[in-house]
């Protein structure tokens, strides 16, 4: 790992993914769609595991479940 508290992802601990747990994304990216400019610091968010059945209804035949990992708030249809 990176260090004791950061590591990669890793799809050989699948118990670790399970759905309705969340994982922490950090990164460099931008935090406002309205105001694209980088931030200087390390971000940092919680974001929900979601079950891979929910991705693969929404994206089909493209969610990969042995190399893609289903996250954050899925969009809801308007009503």
């Known amino acids: ?4 508290s950061i590591e990669p992802v890793s799809f050989d601990e699948p118990a670790s993914w399970d759905a309705d747990s969340t994982a922490t994304v950090i ?6 769609v309205n105001y694209p400019i980088r931030p200087d610091n390390l971000q940092e968010a919680e974001i929900p595991i ?12 493209d969610f990969e479940s042995s ?3 289903c996250a ?3 969009a809801t249809s308007p009503a």
């Open 1 to 4: 790992g990176i260090s004791d």
């Open 27 to 32: 990164g460099w990216g931008y935090v406002d």
């Open 50 to 61: 979601v079950a891979d059945s929910a991705c693969a209804d929404r994206i089909g035949i």
């Open 67 to 69: 190399s893609m990992l």
């Open 72 to 74: 954050g708030k899925l």
